[in-house]
T-cell receptor, first 112, second 110 residues
Framework: NAGVTQTPKFQVLKTGQSMTLQCAQDMNHNSMYWYRQDPGMGLRLIYYSASEGTTDKGEVPNGYNVSRLNKREFSLRLESAAPSQTSVYFCASSETGTSEAFFGQGTRLTVV | GENVEQHPSTLSVQEGDSAVIKCTYSDSASNYFPWYKQELGKRPQLIID?????GEKKDQRIAVTLNKTAKHFSLHITETQPEDSAVYFCAATHGTALIFGKGTTLSVSS
């Protein structure tokens, strides 16, 4: 039982490059989330998906897009990376919006 | 949207002392309040949660209290140990989203 799996673990991008962060869960959860973690700022919600086929903006959605490909997978895309997007990104999933969220191991992204 | 404020941002205690972390939230419809612990370089993990129909919940040395009228909830850790040193996050629901506070870095010295 892998839980929540994120790829890649580390990535360095040049300003303006694009990339997609992948997330998959094997717990049959309905809700999935993308957060970014910056020092002193806690975990800020970028986008979330309450169920397959739906996505909603969170607290800091600008510069990102998401796709809920199926119930298992929720990807985060940076179309034109900026240095301000340097962060640690966490994907999480939960059975519902009011149950324990399980986090992936994180992706450390650096934009130079 | 939901605003979750967490205090203090850092907390230093001696081993065996108690630690209290407080959070307030703005959305009166919030009904689920989890607490997560994140050790250095690791992912956040749930340590305890409480729902809006309960005022207090305890699990060994950890307890959480909720005051829905005042819109605040607190984490209490008793008999702290060095392995309790970590960053602690509170969170509250906003619709189907989960919004986190900025975290509290707890340091327990022996």
């Amino acid at each position: 039982n892998a839980g929540v799996t994120q790829t890649p673990k580390f990535q360095v991008l040049k300003t303006g490059q694009s990339m997609t962060l992948q997330c998959a869960q094997d717990m049959n959860h309905n809700s999935m989330y993308w957060y970014r973690q910056d020092p002193g700022m806690g975990l800020r919600l970028i986008y979330y998906s309450a169920s397959e086929g739906t996505t909603d903006k969170g607290e800091v959605p600008n510069g990102y897009n998401v796709s809920r490909l199926n119930k298992r997978e929720f990807s985060l895309r940076l179309e034109s990376a900026a240095p301000s997007q340097t962060s640690v990104y966490f994907c999480a999933s939960s059975e519902t919006g009011t149950s324990e969220a399980f986090f992936g191991q994180g992706t450390r992204l650096t934009v130079v | 949207g939901e605003n979750v404020e967490q205090h203090p941002s850092t907390l230093s205690v001696q081993e065996g002392d108690s630690a209290v972390i407080k959070c307030t939230y703005s959305d009166s419809a919030s009904n689920y309040f989890p607490w997560y612990k994140q050790e250095l370089g690791k992912r956040p993990q749930l340590i305890i949660d409480i729902r809006s129909n309960v005022g207090e919940k305890k699990d060994q040395r950890i307890a959480v209290t909720l005051n829905k009228t005042a819109k605040h909830f607190s984490l209490h850790i008793t008999e702290t140990q060095p392995e309790d040193s970590a960053v602690y996050f509170c969170a509250a629901t906003h619709g189907t989203a989960l919004i986190f506070g900025k975290g509290t870095t707890l340091s327990v010295s022996s």
